[in-house]
Nanobody
Framework: QVQLVESGGGLVQPGGSLSLSCAAS????????MGWYREAPGKQRELAAM???????KYADSAKGRFTISRDYAKHTVHLQMNSLKLEDTAVYYC?????????????WGQGTQVTVSS
């Protein structure tokens, strides 16, 4: 079992900044990928930003140049800095982690945190 605890999010005006953090705990040998997906009302869950140990960061096209993801591999944490936020960034943001505990594959999701961009 792997637990993901998210923090951050909230309400911000267009052009503002917010940050999200997520910490993983539990039965973990290695986390190979960790980051954030988001789900806007009436839309499918989509990639926001992920950090892969072998490929580095990947961002949604709409997030490139505005979002920055960073990981602390030793502490099993991930941080997402979101700048120049737009109305369309409004969504529930879900932390996710993939990896292994021994030979068992891990794929966990957090509860989600709301990000609202509104004037």
């Amino acid at each position: 079992q792997v637990q993901l605890v998210e923090s951050g999010g909230g309400l911000v005006q267009p052009g503002g900044s917010l940050s999200l953090s997520c910490a993983a705990s539990g039965n973990i040998t290695v986390i190979s990928a960790m980051g954030w997906y988001r789900e806007a009302p009436g839309k499918q869950r989509e990639l926001a930003a992920m950090e892969y140990w072998d490929e580095g960061p990947k961002y949604a096209d709409s997030a490139k140049g505005r979002f920055t993801i960073s990981r602390d591999y030793a502490k099993h944490t991930v941080h997402l800095q979101m700048n120049s936020l737009k109305l369309e960034d409004t969504a529930v943001y879900y932390c996710t982690a993939q990896g292994f505990f021994g030979l068992s594959r891990i794929h966990s999701w957090g509860q989600g945190t709301q990000v609202t961009v509104s004037s």
